[in-house]
């Protein structure tokens, strides 16, 4: 039993990089439907860019509420339902005739849904990996950035030749089903799995802990408070770069280095010490990358 569960955890993995490519256009390609909504449903910069801002709120800041009801109703259900929503949020776009409704689709319905797969998915893997935890959350994290890579040049080709309601229908049906399909591979680990897993080096014990945190205990922790107030000036930072800038090449590249950065480094997390002047290293060094 433990054999088959070591092994059908990498395919978990993968269902889960995919799932994760699924949802990423949403967020990484905005920029490109921004030109052809505006002259279509009038409106200015800023308004238009509301769409933009409601993704983004209800992708992260209801992160809580997402995992809670991916863990009370399963994650095969939650991640078809979350790929479901964020495909439809294209579709509706796609036939939205005023800013509202933009609003409710590609905004409202599209967090929601990416949100759902994508807090549900780094919660999952995790569970698998209770020994590798910072390789799984980073290889599924790099399929979010790595989704935009596939995407990126089929959307602006299709968008210059068809105009932006058909690309929003063809690669909203495409996202739609992809993520559906990735979320049927989907199941939780066994309940015996934390201690059946594979065990760690004594080495590595003594500074990874497999011990799950209540939310109330994580929010007493420094390392908790640390990483979300090092978190939040990137999140900014790359939320005004996916909604402003334009140049496709210049994104790609980014979001290659991204992904496999989150690679490289998530894997590397698995073998160093995670204690609170690790956090606080991190926490100084990256105020000091937004300084000109």
């Known amino acids: 039993m433990l054999d088959r569960s070591h092994n059908d955890r990498w395919w978990q993995l993968l269902f889960g990089f995919i799932a994760m490519m699924a949802i990423s256009s949403p967020q990484y390609v905005w920029t490109l439907f921004v030109g052809p909504l505006g002259k279509q449903l009038g409106g200015s910069l800023a308004a238009l860019q509301v769409t933009f801002l409601l993704l983004i709120v209800l992708q ?21 339902l979350g790929a479901a929503f964020s495909g439809l949020s ?8 005023s800013l509202f409704a933009l609003y409710l689709s590609y905004g409202v319905l599209g967090g929601i849904g990416t949100g759902i797969i994508y807090v549900g998915i780094i919660g999952l893997m995790v569970r698998w990996f209770p020994d590798r935890r910072g390789l799984a959350a980073g290889v599924t994290a790099a399929g979010y950035g ?13 968008l210059a030749t068809s105009g932006y309601a058909h690309t929003l229908v063809v690669f909203g049906a495409i996202q739609g089903v992809v993520g559906v399909l990735a979320a049927q591979g989907l199941r939780t680990p066994p309940a015996t799995w934390i201690q059946a897993a594979p065990q760690l080096s004594a080495a590595r014990e003594a500074r990874q802990t497999r011990r799950s945190f209540s939310p109330r205990e994580m929010v007493r922790t420094q390392a908790f408070w640390l990483l979300f107030v090092n978190d939040e000036p990137h999140v900014d930072e790359r939320s005004h770069d996916c909604s402003e800038r334009r140049s496709i090449c210049e994104r790609v590249r980014r979001r290659d280095g991204a992904g496999l950065g989150r690679c490289r480094t998530a894997a590397l997390a698995d073998d160093i010490s995670l204690h609170e002047r690790t956090y606080a290293a991190v926490f100084r060094l990256g105020f000091g990358s937004h300084r000109p």
């Open 60 to 80: 992260t800041f209801f992160s809580p509420f997402q995992a809670y009801f991916v863990e009370r109703f399963g994650p095969r259900l939650l991640i078809s």
């Open 90 to 97: 294209w579709i509706f776009a796609a036939h939205a005739s």
């Open 146 to 158: 790595a989704g935009a890579i596939v995407t990126t040049f089929p959307i602006s080709n299709m």
